[in-house]
């Protein structure tokens, strides 16, 4: 058993009957009382995130989480398909175990996947992937970085705001955890 001293960002606590990824923790040590910790935890299975607060010191159970390389093959009727790329073994994910990640995957695109017990939990991305604008109005004469946004879909699919001057065809940083437009990547 750990405590929770051993709490970081990442981990995977065994709590209420589910499995329960740590998002965001905070020692707090008040001037009046017990120190304590103050946690959000989101559960892998469901996506449901909660707070959570531990008295300091308190036994805590954390589970054993691998994460292996993957590469992302295609999508089919039954989920999303991937192959290890250590042992090639092949491994067909559900939309919701791959949940928002789906919207920044491309073919052969390389990720993590956290297995628990060889059963897969969820899929890890970069922290930004670079996204061929495929549809956005054309931009007027006129229009400037510092001006407003307008919506674009990239080739995944997904619709992302990003300035007024870019065009189809035009490769963006986006961040994976939030959809937010980062960047122009030039060739």
Do not use: C
């Amino acid at each position: 058993m750990a405590s929770t001293a051993d709490i970081k960002n990442g981990i995977v606590l065994n709590m209420d009957g589910g499995l329960w990824s740590v998002v965001e923790f905070q020692h707090v040590k008040p001037g009046k009382g017990g120190a304590f910790v103050r946690t959000k935890v989101k559960n892998v299975r469901t996506g449901r995130t909660i707070e959570r607060t531990f008295n300091a010191g308190a036994k805590i159970e954390i589970e054993t989480v691998d994460r292996a390389d993957f590469q992302y093959l295609y999508r089919d009727a039954d989920g999303f398909v991937f192959m290890n790329t250590d042992t090639y073994d092949q491994l067909t994910l559900t939309q919701e175990q791959v949940g928002d990640a789906a919207n920044f995957m491309l073919e052969n695109q390389n990720v993590l996947i956290a297995l628990h017990n060889s059963e897969p939990l969820y899929v890890e991305l970069p922290a930004s992937v670079v996204l061929e604008i495929t549809h956005t109005e054309p931009g007027l004469q006129g229009d400037r970085s510092t001006g407003g946004t307008k919506p674009a879909t990239v080739e995944t699919g997904y619709q992302i705001q990003v300035p007024l001057f870019l065009e189809q065809g035009t490769k963006v940083k986006v961040d994976t955890r939030t959809g937010d437009y980062l960047g122009r990547v030039n060739d």
